[in-house]
């Protein structure tokens, strides 16, 4: 039986300062417009170092991209919030990071920059920065394998057609994921998490892991959410209900689905598969730029 | 092929004046006897066969690519570069003076004001047209610039150069004396060249290498520009800065998202005591001391006059660049001069404050800079007015959360009788156009109707949904609604607008591009210069 619906969530934004990168901000109004369209009171907590006890309570725990000095300048406080973070996710707080996020919770990411930096492990991931590896930027479309956990907590809140999800990638790391999560989703566009498994993201259910709360890292910002409505929904239906799905009502998602809708038609046109760009397309853009468009 | 009206000029043959040409400089044998020296002055002096040719191929260059109806603002660089590298720092070196222009934001608007100040002293001025801002396009504006004997058609031209932030270590050996004009460092399209972070660590390497004989003009309010030219007056270089007198009224909170600016010399936490667009403002930082500096040349703003004007006060400390004669105020004084200048916003009175500390570091009275800029016009697409069937229409150019809250600042105080959003995501708008979360537009289409067109309108629509639900001052049904084609959008809404109404255009790059392009067909405004 679903949750009833309750009338209040607390959205904890960790980083607000220093991880805001790629409009991160979307993320939270979406989780707070969508809530509130419901009747749902939303209190957003930004969270930094000795932040610990605004953790307790938090329903929807959220992290998004930075550049490389801020991901490093918070690896050391997140070490000290790792605790509270995943006491919190285990009484049910839904997770979702992004971009340098996705790197910073896993449990570790390496670069011959800055060595190895350890991270919570909040997230079953590991990342490597490869010198002068090419840094995979574009629009992204991924989909949700037909009959997994995810498709189906998707189908609750968009209907069993809505396995997509949208977003833009910028980064050169690359994630594998470990056997406590799964890939959120196989890449239609772009490239995901390495450019070579076909994947993108990571997902743990609610109970994977033996953690309780659904926790889901990805490299799409864009920013995700709001053209993402049904993973909104879902981000806020597992934490709200404690890793239950709560019962929302639907929202008119018209102008979101259409966002969605383009945005895939118009990067499929540009971008497919995980292949690499053809030669004559980087010819084309080469000389386009020469000629002045 | 020749070029009319040009000669091929060809080494150790006689020119028309009958004289012998010098002897290519290239190439020199390691025992090269000393060259005699020309007899001085030296007029048109010649160029070596490998630089003719070079001039005459991206010459040619040029007029093919016009030909074919582009503006060919980079492949004639190109080709010269190849065929004789170093060409553009040798024709360079024929110039009175030159400034480099550069920054994320406000570059273009700076530069052309700059030109204008330049020209009101007398001198010939070589500029490039926006947006023909790397280093290929650097190199075609010299090579067109000149003759074919590499000499530039007018005595005395100073050069006033666009340039993009990241291409500027590679323009810059060219151009050694150039007065570097410095604006700010804003997240820009991130996509493009990486994040802040790399354009901070080229622009470090470069400065590192500057000093004595090197000027920059700056934004105090910028710490993370300040810091980095800090480098350079380090070692030397003169150091001209200027910045807002004090904090600047705000018509609109934007709530542009404040990008974590720490302090850039310790990482300290920076204390602000004023911002006026995003980072920018007054700070300090209390653990390592850093903070603005006191600046040459400050900007405030007296009145606001909508989309069309403001009037601006400007301050220098006499002996910060009058050559020392202090004007009317006596040496250490404060001079003050007021200006009407066409060119609205707070990003608007930041360039103009950049104007007059650039002509400064040219040897420009200040004052007379001031006042030239009553003659600046806006550039391409920035506040750029012009009237279409008995409208106005104006043309505004959007290109991250820096411009989008200026935009709305300014737009939110003025009379608009109707809005487009033309949002594009082709590679020169950059592709990721997600940064528009990182500000409000609420107060941009807030009281007026509009309608949102381009490649990425429907993200735009829902940006706008979450941004003004449930705000009372958007008017009710004033969504017009998503056309695709920008230019079928701006017509439908011109025809829509009341008589003597105005149209605001906002619009990325490419969206902006089509649009001026339908006006300039049909005689509405001048075409893009090439």
């Keep these: 039986m679903p ?19 790629y409009g991160d901000r979307g993320n939270i109004d979406t989780l707070v417009r969508r809530a509130g369209w419901r009747g749902i009171e939303a209190e957003v907590r930004g969270i930094g170092a000795g932040d610990a006890a605004a953790l307790r309570g938090a329903d929807v725990i959220f992290i998004g991209g930075g550049a490389d000095q801020h991901q490093r300048a918070v690896a050391d406080t997140l070490m000290d ?23 910073n919770l896993g449990h570790a990411f390496r670069s011959p920059l800055v060595g190895e930096i350890r991270g919570p492990g909040l997230l079953d991931v590991e990342t490597e920065m490869i010198a002068g590896a090419e840094r995979f930027v574009g629009g992204v479309v991924i989909e949700v394998d037909e009959g997994s956990p995810v498709a189906a907590a998707l189908a609750r809140e968009a209907g069993p057609a809505r396995r997509r999800v949208t977003g833009f990638e910028n980064h050169s790391g690359r994630t594998s994921v470990g056997p406590a999560m799964r890939p959120l989703g196989r890449v239609l566009v772009g490239r995901g998490n390495d450019g070579a498994s076909g994947f993108e993201g990571a997902v743990a259910m609610p109970g994977d892991g033996g953690l309780g709360g659904l926790r889901i890292g990805t490299y799409l910002h864009g920013p995700l959410l709001p053209r993402n409505p049904h993973l909104a929904d879902l981000v806020l239906a597992m934490g709200l209900g404690r890793g239950r799905p709560a019962s929302l009502p639907p929202l008119p998602d018209e102008a979101e689905w259409r966002a969605h809708d383009r945005f895939a038609a118009d990067w499929t046109e540009i971008r497919p598969g995980i292949v690499r760009r053809s030669s004559v397309g980087r010819l084309r853009d080469r000389v386009g730029s020469l000629i002045g468009f | 092929m020749r070029v009319p009206g040009t000669r091929l000029r060809v080494p150790g043959s006689m020119n028309d004046d009958g004289e012998r040409h010098p002897r290519p400089k290239y190439p ?28 005459l191929a991206a010459r040619t260059v040029t007029g093919v690519v016009r030909l074919g109806g582009r503006a060919g603002t980079s492949l004639p660089g190109l080709v010269a570069d190849r065929i004789a590298p170093g060409l553009d720092a040798r024709l360079a070196r024929g110039l009175a003076g030159a400034a480099l222009v550069t920054g994320t934001n406000g570059k273009t608007s700076t530069a052309k004001m700059l030109a204008t100040v330049v020209e009101a002293t007398g001198h010939a001025v070589l500029a490039n047209a926006s947006g023909a801002n790397l280093r290929q396009s650097v190199g075609a504006v010299l090579v067109n610039g000149t003759t074919l004997r590499g000499t530039f058609r007018n005595a005395g031209t100073i050069a006033v150069l666009e340039v993009d932030e990241a291409a500027l270590p590679a323009v810059r050996p060219a151009l050694p004396g150039a007065v570097m004009v410095m604006t700010n460092l804003f997240r820009d399209q991130l996509d493009r060249f990486g994040e802040t972070d790399h354009l901070v660590r080229l622009w470090r390497t470069m400065l590192a290498a500057e000093g004595i004989g090197c000027t920059i003009a700056y934004c105090v309010d910028d710490p993370r520009v300040t810091s980095l030219v800090a480098i350079a007056g380090g070692n030397g270089a003169r150091l001209i800065g200027y910045g807002f007198a004090g904090r600047p009224d705000r018509t609109s909170a934007a709530e542009l998202t404040p990008e974590p600016v720490t302090c850039p010399s310790c990482e300290g936490p920076l204390t602000r005591r004023w911002t006026s667009i995003g980072h920018l403002g007054d700070y300090a930082c209390e653990t390592c001391g850093f903070g603005r500096p006191t600046p040459d040349v400050t900007v405030e703003i007296v009145e606001r006059r909508g989309l069309t004007s403001q009037v601006l006060r400007f301050r220098w400390v006499a002996g910060a660049g009058d050559g020392g004669d202090g004007g009317a105020a006596g040496v250490g004084g404060e001079s003050t001069e007021t200006v009407v200048l066409r060119l609205p916003g707070l990003g608007n009175a930041y360039n103009a404050a950049g104007v007059v500390a650039a002509a400064i570091g040219l040897g420009i009275e200040p004052r007379a800079a001031v006042r030239a800029l009553a003659a600046a016009v806006p550039p391409f697409a920035r506040f750029e007015q012009f009237t279409v069937d008995g409208r106005t229409v104006v043309l505004a150019l959007l290109k991250n959360p820096a411009t989008m809250a200026e935009l709305t600042s300014v737009a939110a105080g003025a009379p608009v009788d109707r809005l487009v959003v033309a949002l594009n995501d082709a590679f020169a708008d950059g592709r990721d156009v997600s940064w528009y979360w990182d500000c409000s537009p609420a107060d941009l289409v807030a009281g007026r109707p509009y309608r949102l067109a381009g490649r990425r309108a429907t993200d735009f629509a829902v940006r706008l949904k979450y941004a003004v639900a449930d705000d009372p001052a958007v008017e009710p049904g004033g969504f017009l609604g998503i056309v695709d084609d920008p230019t079928v959008a701006v017509d439908q809404t011109i025809a829509e607008a009341p008589e003597g109404g105005i149209v605001l255009v906002v619009a990325t790059y490419t969206a902006l591009l089509g649009i001026r392009a339908g006006f300039a067909a049909r005689g509405a405004i001048a075409p893009m210069p090439r």
């Design chain 1, 3 to 21: 949750a009833k619906q309750p009338d209040r969530v607390v959205i904890a934004h960790l980083f607000p300062d220093a991880l805001n990168l």
């Design chain 1, 81 to 103: 919030l790792a605790d509270p973070l995943r006491r919190a996710i285990d009484e049910g707080a839904a997770l979702l990071a992004v971009c340098a996020g996705y790197q």
């Design chain 2, 28 to 55: 020199v044998p390691v025992s090269a006897p000393i060259p005699v020296p020309d007899p001085a002055p030296v007029r048109r002096r010649g160029v070596s066969f490998r630089d003719s040719t070079a001039l």
